[in-house]
């Protein structure tokens, strides 16, 4: 397409443009790589510049002392555990409901439709929620982690337009050898629809890993924090100790307070970033499925 | 019966299963799925008590809940808490607070993934402009938590990197983090670095289906790339503009609790406080539930009426609009 270059004035406008971009590229990336670079300072080189992309002596002091004892472990297996246990509730209620959800011709298919969009646009809000978790006695267990969000209506109905799309050729020929309804969805729907199942569990997944909101809610007990919580005791309120001095070694210096920040921040997105490239290959998919249509 | 249900028909419209179907009685199609029933249990239950129950709940902001009475015997008393909080000059601190927010964030937030798209499809280079979205994409990713303690980290006025660097060359330190001029600009400043990139999606999902040759056909008659811009891929991504404005309309009352709660405290208070934490506030930490369930309801119904709204409107304008 390069004939589409016409004037000096639009080169001009090029150059600036590729230049614009790589800065706001750039500039999405660079906070984090602040901390990252901040993480592994000393004491000595936080004082001698503020902001800095390579230290000069890399030190793993506070990333030893915020381990030292249990209170960062003991959220991130929190985190953990919800997060598999969690995701993988989201997959079992979103699949069992939109496949029948994708029937044409079931009955009162579309009743049960419209109740869940209106999920959408009206709720009973924040209270009302609350004093169900309440009396299910949910409070104070990761239950409550997992249950009130065990299916998001807007994934529900992109995953049901999915399976409507499937081609039905196989299903029937399945069909006529016998294989019952749930045979079907096992062996033929859910194979076929391994990436947007795939897209769902990333999706799913970042989504408890970053949950800060059912935990500020629904949880007071400090032992049973997830990973969100306790960063923002650590980072924000600095209300919880990271570490504990007296655990380390004899001449082990306290590492400066805002490397410990930094390495607790470090660790709450390492696992982000580490599933960013699959969820990179799929996400893109996920939007473009998000077409809402009956 | 075995003719008129061969279910490997279902899903299909089909002029012959319509037909059949119509003698079908009720009965013999719900037994005909009755496994397609079972596997609707499980979402069916979530939807009734984590969706329904909590609907019906809202009548507790007609009520005056006590709570060793429980939600049957705690007396009614109508719009009683309605009225405390329309005479409660907190509300027109929250309303005005909210529609601040919102307003900012429509003028300065609202058009910039649409601008940075368009810069992206004006680039060629399609490997530089992988690169490019890959790493705009990321921030999406991130926890709120996360990026509230990186704005901590860097401004805080004991040790902060801006701080410092502000102190180094002017001799003075603001404080970002707890001065009421400063709370807006951050929270806007921070939706733009979070979400501008990951917003670009929808609208360069709509500019890849404009057809080349429609800006082949324009170059032949002479038009520049502004005029390109502005006759093709303007109008291709028009119609995505307005469903955003209609779902923003919609939300409008909405800040996004957890941002605003991480980045509020007792100092900036006056201009961070918003519907959502005042009902956290007053109803799961001082639990008054029936008055902040009142404050939740006048809410959600503003909003329900404005997506309404805004969509009749659209559509009053010709556009295809969301229902």
Known sequence: ?294 | MKQASIPGLAGREMPTRTYRERRDSRWRRLRRDKWLYILLIPGALYFLIFKYVPMWGILLAFKNYQPYLGFWKSDWVGFEHFRVFFDNPDFFMLLRNTLLLSFYNLVFFFPAPIILALLLNEIRLSFYKRTIQTMIYVPHFISMVIVASMSYVFLTTEGGAVNEFLYTFTGRKIDFLSSPDWFRPLIILQTIWKECGWGTIIFLAALAGVDVEQYEAAVVDGANRWRQIWHITLPAIRSTIIILLILRMGTILDNGFEQIFLMMNALNREVGEVFDTYVYALGITQGAFSYSTAVGLFKSVIGVTMVLGTNWLAKKFGESGLY
């Open chain 1, 1 to 294: 397409m390069a004939k589409r270059y016409k004037n000096a004035g639009e080169t001009v406008f090029d150059v600036f443009n590729y230049v614009i971009l790589g800065i706001i590229g750039v500039a999405a990336l660079l906070p984090f790589l602040f901390v990252v670079a901040g993480s592994f300072a000393t004491d000595a080189e936080i004082t001698k510049r503020a902001v800095f992309l390579i230290p000069s002596t890399i030190s793993l002091d506070a990333y030893r002392f915020i381990f030292s004892t249990d209170t960062i472990m003991r959220s991130i297996g929190v985190s953990v555990y919800v997060t598999v246990l969690g995701t993988l509730v989201n997959l079992f209620f979103t699949v069992t409901m939109a496949y029948p959800m994708a029937k044409r011709n079931l009955m009162g298919r579309n009743l049960i439709l419209n109740l869940i969009i209106f999920t959408m646009l009206f709720g009973g809000g924040m209270i009302p929620t609350y004093l169900v978790i309440r009396e299910l006695h949910l409070l104070d267990t990761l239950g409550s982690l997992i249950l009130p969000g065990a299916i998001s209506a807007f994934n529900l109905i992109i995953v049901k337009n999915f399976f409507q799309e499937l081609p039905l050729e196989m299903e029937e020929a399945a069909r006529i050898d016998g294989c019952t309804e749930l045979g079907l969805l096992w062996r033929i729907v859910l194979p076929l629809s391994k990436p947007v199942l795939a897209t769902f569990t990333l999706f799913y997944a970042v989504g408890h890993w970053n949950n800060f909101f059912s935990a500020l809610l629904y949880i007071n007990d400090p032992e049973k924090w997830p990973l969100q919580v306790m960063l923002r005791q650590i980072v924000m309120l600095s209300q919880a100790a990271a570490g504990d001095i007296s655990t380390m070694d004899p001449g082990f210096v306290q590492p400066p307070e805002q490397s410990i920040k930094m390495a607790v921040i470090v660790v709450g997105t390492l696992p982000i970033m580490c599933v960013y490239p699959f969820l990179q290959k799929h996400f893109a998919k996920g939007v473009m499925l998000g077409s809402i249509k009956g």
